[in-house]
């Protein structure tokens, strides 16, 4: 047996639909507070430097009404370090962002950007704000969030979940060699990106990773069954890996 496995879930896509109308339909936070009563641990909410989902009243709104924890996505900037400070959320997710990616397409170069992040990391810890980097599954970029004094690290998931065969059983391992790295040193790894129903189960199954944050195909699959329906399905296959 292996502890609890956080599900975090990301309501970034919901607010990307609302946006596409304009208006204030479907509600981002009407989503979060649905997903909570289907079980999500968490919310997990990106807000770009472009507002292309997510906006600053989407944030005030999650921290005045939600009641489990907020995980706020953001880039290294000193425009998204200022808004992290003012709301505080629970956690905070430094990413790697461009503007013109149609969403984040590699983890963070910890390693190479180890002078920028520094500050921001403490910061962030200063106002007691759980940081994670979003990094590929590599010992160099674990040994750099180790230097940084990071407490959490997420893996990109991404390439795992586009692989097939035995290349995707050799992400696999990567990440499973990753999680082990990390939490000998104190960090607790978390993974995410790309993750649905069909290839979950061998990430929740790595017995370091305390936390899945999973979006796109939730809020996609919820077109289907329902946000509660998939949420919980989600839930049950994590629980069932464990
Ligand atoms: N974790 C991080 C750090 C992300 O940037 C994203 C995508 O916004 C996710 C998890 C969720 O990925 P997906 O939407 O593919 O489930």
Known sequence: MTGHLRLGVNIDHVATIRNA??????????????????????????LREDRRHIRDEDISALMARLEIPLNLEMA?????????????????CLVPEKREERTTEGGLDAAGQDNHLRPFVARLAEANIRVSLFIEPDARQIEAAIRLKAPVVEFHTGRYAH????????????????????AKNGIEPHAGHGLNFDNVVPVAAIPQIRELNIGHFLVGEALFIGLDASVRRMRALMGEAR
């Open 21 to 46: 109308r304009g208006g204030d339909h479907p509600d981002p936070v009407k989503a979060a507070l649905a997903a909570a009563e289907a079980g999500a641990d968490g919310i997990t909410a990106h």
């Open 76 to 92: 290294a900037t000193e425009e998204m370090l200022e808004i992290a400070l003012r709301h505080r959320p629970h956690a905070a």
């Open 163 to 182: 692989l097939e065969g035995e290349a995707r059983a050799a992400e696999l391992r990567r990440i499973a060699d990753a999680a082990a790295l990390a």
